[in-house]
Nanobody
């Protein structure tokens, strides 16, 4: 069972990116049982939650109004749209799974996708 991120790249400040987190494997057979969180790790800093969706009830939480989190349950994919990118958004974006969005039990981390924002 694994999560795999994609969609990163190098963009200019002010642009947008849509990141994808695809779930696979038997653990994610019931994708809707999970909360999927997106985390941002800036260079030299801790991994911080950017956004999370609890697929059980559809509730979402985001740390920034520029973030939108949404899912495609049929594809077992969670997306993170980041608009008006800032240089501070540079870093690796990871997705992880837990049973809620509290932030304390996330696992099944993907390898991450690099986002670089140039000024």
């Amino acid at each position: 069972a694994q999560l795999a991120e994609s969609g990163g790249g190098t963009v200019q400040a002010g642009g947008s990116l849509r990141l994808a987190c695809a779930a696979s494997g038997p653990i994610f057979r019931d994708f809707d049982d999970y909360a999927i969180g997106w985390f941002h790790q800036a260079p030299g800093k801790k991994r911080m939650m950017a956004a999370c969706m609890n697929l059980r009830d559809g509730t979402t939480t985001t740390s920034d109004i520029r973030y939108t989190i949404f899912s495609n349950a049929q594809e077992k994919t969670m997306y993170l749209q980041i608009n008006n990118l800032e240089v501070e958004d540079t870093g690796v974006y990871y997705c992880g799974a837990d049973y809620d969005c509290s932030g304390y039990g996330f696992g099944h981390w993907g390898p991450g996708t690099q986002v670089t924002v140039s000024s």
